[in-house]
């Protein structure tokens, strides 16, 4: 996933919001505990938006990746090769083996912590980050072939931090009297990349006081260092023509900011100094002292790897939280990957089934092969859709009713247009919904990018916004993006956890 991502301020700000619209921090009820199995909850109903991009493509728009099979002799141009059933057999009993020995080799990832040796995923994601170019706002604008999509990203972003950063006071009763606590928000940004949220944390309805920064791309982490110098030469306008200054119209202030090259979902953050000072609980409890929000936008499907790297993110979230504290982010929307991996399985299975009609009806004739002429059955393609814009594709068999059990370890590559090509991982939404309740966070929110969009569009401030923004037409109200775009955004869900008083 990523996504989208980007790195992009917008020169729309938003009107501040009223935080108070939000349900309150609930003390929380206990939870099944994490998933084994992964019961499939069906998709939303179609949105306009999701409806649309389902019509337009098919699940195999890419063409297809096979396994290679040992020994395979090319047929002669023009005439059918043949073989004999033992052969088939022969040919069929290999395959079998290799399927198996990808089922064995995705099930060891799952239990043993990710791809082959410890660190190497982390070394492909931080390769990959640290080698995609930073090409400025003007191209991102105007020369971009995503602009659509990623105006589109940065606004579902700037909506969930405006209405999940919100001031609350915690001492009782004040949110019923509509006390405002006046608190500075302290925020840890997971997988921060170049720093594209800085600008719309400045346009947080509370005032940052504190922004920490973390990835695991070093060369990122200098560019979100020149971003965040740039903002301070600004003088605090988020972006060009920026209101800046954020909660109720204080002048423009630049909230203080770190940033640190941290692999913060495999390793602890809890001995980091600013994460000490800041406050981290170790224990069941939640404490008072901690960060305001955690954000990992287009980042956390990189957790998902292994049961142990989530376990580990999940702790470092709910640790660095203080109590009533937000966990919000954006990760790609395992119910949509479900339904294409289920579609992809059965069409694959009716293939095969048709294959199999034939030979039955047509047998091959014994004795016909000639030397050097032996067909072998061509191997499995492996589940993959995507368009123009964007692709996926997992390497080996995936299960054929579309639920990702064990949920860690389900690796697919993901490619975007000008902005990524990466392995990710599936994150099963309900084993993370059930893994986060164990570490004392209460799901909000959780969304499907069409649905924030059909849900947000009218609101006042988020429509405007969205005009502002481009995302949505000032005269027709449309979404501003080609089919292609509006396919590869609806890969996405946005969430939203708090950190349960206990
Ligand atoms: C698609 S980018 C999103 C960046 C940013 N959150 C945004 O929305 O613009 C994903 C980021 O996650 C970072 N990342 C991946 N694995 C990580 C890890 N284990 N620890 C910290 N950062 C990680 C990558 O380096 C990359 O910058």
Redesign the pocket.
Known sequence: ???????EEHEAQPQVFNAHKLQPARKRRRSNSPGRSTPKVSSPAPSSLSAKAHDNTSPNTVASNSVATSGAQQKRPGKRARISEAERARVRARQQDEQDRVAREQEARASHGGQGPPGSL?DV??TH?NSVPERGRDWRKTESKIKGLRSFNNWV?STIIQKFSPDEDHTPGAMERGIQSNNELLVL??????G??LGKWQQAPQRVQLYVG????DV?IDQAKDRYRDMLNRGGRGGRGGRGGGYRGHQPRIFDAMFFV?????ESIEDMDIIRKVGFSTGHMSSARGFDVVS????MH??FASEDIAKQMLRNVSGALKKGGRFIG?IPNSHVIGEYVEKFNKELEEKRAKKEMEKVSKPAEEGEAEDGEVEEPEADPTANWGNDIYTVRFPGPTPADGIFRPPFGWKYNYWLEE??EAPEYVVPWEAFRALAEDYNLELQYHKPFAEVWETEKDDREFGALAERMGVKDRRTGELQMTPEEIEAVSFYAAFCFYKVYI
């Open positions: 996933m990523p996504p989208n991502e980007e790195h982390h994601v931080k980050y972003k940004d997971m997988g921060c990349g170049k594209g949220d973390m990835d695991i791309a990122s941290k692999n913060c979902f495999a990992t936008m287009f980042a990189y957790a954006t902005a990524v």
